[in-house]
């Protein structure tokens, strides 16, 4: 397999801690990907919402540059990336006219079959969770992690069905294997309100307080994600929600593979995880699971 | 608030002009959904919405065209896609909202302006740069909106924790991205 890696707009800016980590876990599991040269924005909800043609061709744009440069597989951490480039070519392999059509939007013939995964189903799937689990070396014990989904890695079943549209489990496994309490809970595929963020905050703020309550009743510490999107909407706008609400969440949102990072023995520092909104730090130190003293044994 | 549809049977209901062009544009069958209100009971935003997902399916069934394009609903649609995952009748609701998104924003129908002005500049920061550049989207879409001082008090946190740059980041090949957005949306045929 020569696995493409398709970081996206968002884990080259207000995700870059997703990034960051992923990186740090894929060299400690020792996985290797290589970033596709020059790719474009996927487009995102704007481009389908403005036009089918055009939310189809920019991300199968990135697919035939993916194939071209030799990648048989291309693996997306961004929820959102990977469901468009899901969507796209699930769309051009259902019709030879939509496909032709698309070629000539993207001025090019390179037929792009290439398999698409999100970095949870290639962990899951390629990769392995027993693996995971037999790498560990700081197990999170006692972490109470509710996992969310969101919408985009689960929806629509029939193009991203790596996992169940309901009840998805992928996430809490990989929980589970480094050591922390998967918590079954009530809002693992709700929606958090995604690109409304800027144009109608008010609909992000009303979505993302339920979220956090029913994290709170299930008694989560910290809730996982695997979405750009979700962790914006759920941490940089937690004092927001506190605020319009008058609530007191103070729930840190962390991205899998920083939980992962962490069970790898990777430090704070090397998983960004100074750069949340919400402080997952004193959580972390308060229960004795940072790592301090790996990252220099590992430098020397 | 929810809207009581209240509406006057007449012959143009009856003509199936306006489910038609659903059905070329979405491949959906209006006249399928038996009107459960199971997308509606799990619609993200159903608390924002005047006409929810079964209302707007209704709409299509009673061939009511410009009532559908005046509905801010598939504006407000956050495109989640449980609506379509939970249809007993396997109708993709979510792709109806958008067909019908992009038929209002065609023909300059009533609509939500921050959703509507948030996609464009949204898609012309790509068109420019081939990827967003966050920074400018937000400055843009504030200034546009007359909202100058939205989320300002997370900008410098932001800026500080490194995760909004202040320069776009620029592909190389720039030609690549223009023919896209110029081929799917100039081309006569393929315009939805």
């Not at chain 1, 951490?77 to 259902?94: G, H, T």
């Not at chain 1, 996992?163 to 480094?178: K, L, Q």
């Not at chain 2, 939500?112 to 464009?120: T, W």
């Amino acid at each position: 397999m020569n696995y493409g890696y398709f970081p996206g707009c968002s884990l080259h800016s207000t995700a870059r801690e997703f990034n960051i980590s992923t990186k740090a876990v894929c060299s400690s599991l020792k996985i290797n990907f290589t970033e596709v040269e020059d790719w474009i924005c996927c487009g995102a909800t704007p481009a389908h919402t403005t036009n089918h043609d055009l939310g189809l061709a920019l991300p199968y744009s990135n697919l035939q540059l993916a194939a071209q440069q030799g990648f048989d597989t291309l693996v997306a951490p961004c929820a959102a990336c990977y469901n468009r480039l899901k969507v796209s070519d699930f769309e051009i392999r259902k019709s030879d006219e939509k496909k032709n059509r698309i070629h000539e939007i993207t001025e090019d013939k390179t037929e792009a079959d290439i398999s698409i995964l999100h970095l949870i189903e290639f962990f899951k799937n390629d990769f392995g969770i027993e693996e995971i689990k037999s790498a560990v070396k700081n197990p999170l014990v006692g972490l109470r992690v509710a996992s969310y989904y969101g919408c985009l890695l689960v929806r629509p079943n029939e193009i991203v069905n790596f996992d169940d549209e309901e009840n998805p489990t992928s996430m809490d496994e990989i929980v589970s294997a480094i050591g922390a309490d998967a918590l079954d809970w009530s809002h693992k595929t709700e929606c958090c309100g995604a690109a409304h963020a800027i144009p109608k905050t008010e609909i992000v703020l009303q979505l993302c307080k339920k979220l956090l309550q029913a994290a709170e009743n299930s008694s989560a510490d910290c809730i996982a994600v695997a979405c750009p999107l979700c962790h914006a909407n759920l941490d940089m706008r937690q004092n927001q929600i506190n605020k319009t609400f008058g609530t007191k969440f103070n729930t840190p949102i962390l991205y899998i593979t920083q939980l992962m990072g962490l069970a790898l023995g990777y430090g704070a520092n090397d998983l960004s995880l100074q750069s949340h909104f919400v402080d997952p730090i004193k959580l972390l130190t308060r229960k004795n699971l940072i790592p301090q003293l790996e990252k220099m044994n590992r430098e020397n | 608030m929810k809207r009581k549809l209240e509406t006057q049977i007449t012959l143009n209901t009856l003509i199936d002009s306006f489910s038609n062009e659903i059905k070329t544009l979405s491949k959906v069958n209006a006249y399928e959904c038996y009107q459960c209100g199971k997308c509606t009971a799990g619609c993200s935003v159903g608390d924002f919405l005047e006409e929810t997902p079964n209302q707007m399916m209704r709409l299509i069934q009673l061939n009511l065209r410009d009532e559908a394009l005046n509905s801010k609903t598939p504006f407000l649609c956050a495109t989640c896609n449980t609506c379509t995952a939970r249809c007993p009748m396997d109708i993709d609701i979510a792709k109806v909202m958008e067909t019908i998104r992009i038929l209002s924003e065609k023909e300059k129908k009533k609509n939500v302006k921050e959703v509507s002005k948030f996609s464009k500049i949204f898609l012309d920061s790509i068109k420019n740069h081939g990827r967003l550049f966050e920074l400018g989207l937000t400055a843009r879409f504030n200034i546009e909106n007359k909202t100058p001082f939205k989320d300002s008090e997370l900008a410098p946190s932001l800026i500080f924790k490194g995760k909004l740059s202040l320069l776009p980041q620029k592909i190389k090949n720039r030609k690549r991205i223009k023919k896209i957005f110029d081929n799917s949306i100039n081309e006569k045929k393929g315009v939805e």
